[in-house]
């Protein structure tokens, strides 16, 4: 897929930390309940931790009991990319950012309760949080 921001593999390593490397560029997963944004609760924008794309709004997020921030839909339905992933013996979708192609996290069809019946399951390291300004 193209995407609207293309970097090199140099320019991505020198911009991220080896961490959100790790997660954004190579799809690994940040240890369960250690995210800073897990239990952030104010009204907000959640963004791209790589490019800044907008993905997430605070009144979709909610308490999963799973140890990463969920929610239960993106900002606007192409504001991410669903890829299946049949890695780690299941089949899952992966979650990517489609503006540059990062992985965020995966999601499941097991918000029960939420207004989609979805999880997006997401890595905190992926993320970016801009609290709403206070009146």
Known sequence: MSYSVNKTDDQWR?????DQYAVLRQAATERPWTGELLDESRAGLYTCAACGNELFVSGTKFDSHCGWPSFYESIRPDA???IEDRSMGMVRM???CAACGSHLGHVFPDGFGTPTGDR???NSIALDFSPEPKA
């Open 120 to 122: 997006y399951c997401m």
């Open 94 to 96: 992966e979650v990517r």
């Open 80 to 82: 991410v990319e669903l």
């Open 14 to 18: 020198s911009e991220l930390d080896a």
